[in-house]
């Protein structure tokens, strides 16, 4: 079983920053792929960024290309999403996930985990 506790949220201003930090529990947490998610008021929960096992291997939708940066620290079983020049429509609950067998490509269904959720509100 893992566990994955999401912090870093707030209120920013368009153009600010944030980053996000999920928690994992887990003695395996270094092999699974590793996810974040964001669901805005009204929408499906969308794909934003993942990073593989090793942290060699990223991946993002096109909107957040160039703005944020995915990354992890196996030894303190941590993963991070750098949030630079936000924008309004960045406003969701963000989600991290872990996929046991998936890799940076896996479609939502196939992550197994997921946390709590933070929220990330961007004003204009």
């Known amino acids: 079983q893992v566990q994955l506790v999401e912090s870093g949220g707030g209120l920013v201003q368009a153009g600010g920053s944030l980053r996000l930090s999920c928690a994992a529990s887990?003695?395996?947490?270094?092999?699974?792929?590793m996810g974040w998610f964001r669901q805005a008021p009204g929408k499906e929960r969308e794909f934003v960024a993942a990073?593989?096992?090793?942290?060699?291997?990223?991946y993002y939708t096109d909107s957040v290309k160039g703005r944020f940066t995915v990354s992890r620290d196996n030894a303190k079983n941590m993963v991070y999403l750098q949030m630079n020049s936000l924008k309004p429509e960045d406003t969701a609950v963000y989600y991290c996930?872990?996929?046991?067998?998936?890799?940076?490509?896996?479609?939502?269904?196939?992550?197994?985990?997921w946390g709590q959720g933070t929220q990330v509100t961007v004003s204009s």
């Open positions: 887990g003695r395996s947490f270094s092999t699974y792929a």
């Open positions: 996930a872990a996929a046991v067998h998936g890799s940076t490509r896996s479609p939502q269904s196939e992550y197994d985990y």
């Open positions: 990073i593989s096992w090793s942290g060699l291997s990223t």
